[in-house]
């Protein structure tokens, strides 16, 4: 909820489901996302753009996926993009996911101006963009599959849709990494098209990049005002 740092550490106030609770520690890492609590807190700008396109996620179990998603008896990660040859223009993006049933996936097409038309609810979201309604399954594997995704035949599986969203994407880089004893890591300092897993990956480097470090300053080999840990905001983030 809230957290105040000095230079002995950070008490933080916390909203659990037993209530209000504080807890004092040596450092705080947010890794609370894009809409980041603590980034907004500390002040920190978070510069970049919401591109203009819409896309549509679907993560669900499919038939009639084809033998071009599969090497080897395993599904793999598929890209396409058309633009003509008697398919539909536009994007899609397949990714296998980690369940019982290989035919699950992660499937995510974009939408331009036209094809987002039958999408639109005629308000606008807080930054005054156009608002879209939720897709349905089906429509979003049709979008694929006329794009040139699996077969003819390719289908949703009844019951297997473990969520169905559309989205903006964000390109955006906070103003700086650390604030004393408050690290950001992930989303929570920037933030990427998710196509590819860019912004899971590079969150995945922060916390390794910064691990090692604040670990030799909690075991007293590294100095808290030394210059290890401003290597985190150098190396990760770059210099302008």
């Keep these: 909820v809230s957290f105040e740092a000095d230079d002995l550490g950070v008490t933080c106030e916390l909203d659990t489901p037993a209530g209000k609770q504080m807890l004092a520690c040596g450092w705080l890492l947010a890794a609370d996302g894009g809409r980041s ?59 296998p996911m980690p369940e019982d049933s290989p035919r699950a996936q992660l499937l995510i097409v974009d939408l331009d101006e036209a094809q987002s038309a039958s999408f639109l609810t005629g308000e606008a979201d807080s930054h005054g963009r156009p608002l879209l309604r939720p897709p349905r399954d089906d429509e979003v594997a049709e979008i694929a599959r006329v794009r040139g995704f699996g077969t003819s035949e390719l289908r949703v599986v009844p019951g297997s849709v473990k969520w169905c969203t559309g989205f903006k994407v964000n390109s955006r880089l906070v103003e700086h990494y650390r604030s004393d004893r408050v690290f950001l890591c992930g989303d929570a300092c920037h933030c990427h098209s998710p196509l590819g897993g860019q912004g899971m990956n590079m969150g995945m480097q922060d916390a390794l990049n910064l691990a090692w470090k604040l670990a030799m300053v909690v075991r007293g080999q590294a100095r808290i005002d030394g210059p290890l840990l401003d290597t985190y905001e150098a190396e990760r983030r770059g210099t302008d």
């Design 37 to 95: 609590t603590i980034r907004k807190a500390l002040g920190l700008s978070f510069d970049g753009e919401t591109m203009d396109e819409n896309f549509l996620a679907l993560h669900a179990t499919f038939d009639g996926l084809g033998e071009c998603c599969w090497s080897d008896g395993i599904h793999t990660t598929e890209v396409g993009l058309s633009k003509g040859s008697g398919m539909a223009p536009g994007l899609f993006f397949s990714m």
